[in-house]
């Protein structure tokens, strides 16, 4: 594995079993981005692991965009278990990548995301309007345990 793909070093890891399948089930994630004023901000976000790094929708005009434009700099992380023995935590850039589909026609998307869309009460055509801008996390450094 290359030196510059740090999350899919991490995760071949005989230990890493835990993140491998949280980033495949879990429905969300938290990132924090930094606001002009040096502000974290913390969001929940629906995400996907895409080879190495992660994409997610957003709606145009959120605080978490506008943050990104002042600094590309993000950490995510995923919940832990309830005693905190395994974690996943992953900083890195993030960019809008206009490559990736609209969430509607994605099709790992539509099938992680179709069954808590339904829960959330969304529906996917009218959400994928609303979080019509997406956006790749290319990790740099992750911290597993």
Known sequence: MPDDDPLATALERNDAAWAREHLERDVVAWLTTVSPTGRVQSSVISFLYDDGTLFFYSQ?????????????????????????????????TAAIDTAIAPMDV??????KYAGPHEHWGLDFTRTALDFSLPIRIRPTRVRLG
């Open 106 to 111: 994605h099709e790992h998307y539509g099938a």
């Open 60 to 92: 145009p005009s959120t605080p978490k965009v506008r943050n990104l434009a002042h600094s590309s700099q993000v950490s995510f992380h995923l919940q832990s278990d309830p005693l905190g023995d395994h974690w996943l935590v992953i900083e890195g």
